[in-house]
């Protein structure tokens, strides 16, 4: 359910951004709103709550968020369809969209110490001129892996880590045996 609710919604506002060439705008807005529902989860609580009436939550959310705006509308229209309980996935379905419409690829590097500045732009640059795309880097320190590097791109992962080297030495050991 999660999957065509998220995916239905996203859709209608990335079109309806598209239509209205407020795209950029709107990214930003949802984004600030997610983080709202993200640090206070008992808000969507009270606006998912049967015993909260239509107008009462519509009124909370003006309050909250102002009377007007694309994501104003969305919010509302979300929480009366009783789905702001996926806002989060819906979200993440819409960023996904915007990322793929501007060209922008997400990616994580995972490293046993942080990467140095100037190693993380060495590897931005290679990884953006190696995609073809605009690279949204994460960073993640894992002392677990011991040296060198796991950069993960959506669902695929390269591990090039002391601690994956050390497993695939040990996996060809033991088949040999």
């Given at each position: 359910m999660t999957g065509d609710v998220k995916k239905l919604y996203s859709q209608a506002l990335f079109e309806l951004c598209l239509e209205n060439n407020?795209?950029?705008e709107v990214y930003e807005d949802i984004n600030q709103c997610?983080?709202?529902?993200d640090d206070h989860p008992e808000f969507v609580e009270l606006l998912f709550s049967p015993l909260i009436m239509p107008e009462e939550k519509t009124a909370i959310i003006d309050k909250v968020f102002g009377k007007e705006g694309t994501v104003h509308d969305f919010i509302c229209v979300v929480t009366l369809k009783n789905r702001i309980r996926?806002?989060?996935a819906i979200t993440d379905a819409f960023?996904?969209?915007y990322?793929?419409?501007?060209g922008i690829k997400?990616?994580?590097v995972v490293t046993s110490v942080p990467l140095k500045p100037d190693a993380k732009e060495r590897l931005l640059k290679k990884l953006e001129e190696k995609s073809g795309k605009t690279v949204k880097l994460t960073e993640e320190v894992d002392p677990s892996i011991i040296g060198g590097v796991i950069l993960r791109m959506g669902d695929s992962q390269i591990d090039d880590s002391v601690r994956g080297r050390l497993a695939s030495i040990a996996d060809k050991l033991k088949i040999n045996n």
């Open positions: 407020s795209l950029k997610r983080k709202v529902f996926y806002f989060g960023n996904e969209l990322d793929e419409h501007c997400e990616m994580t």
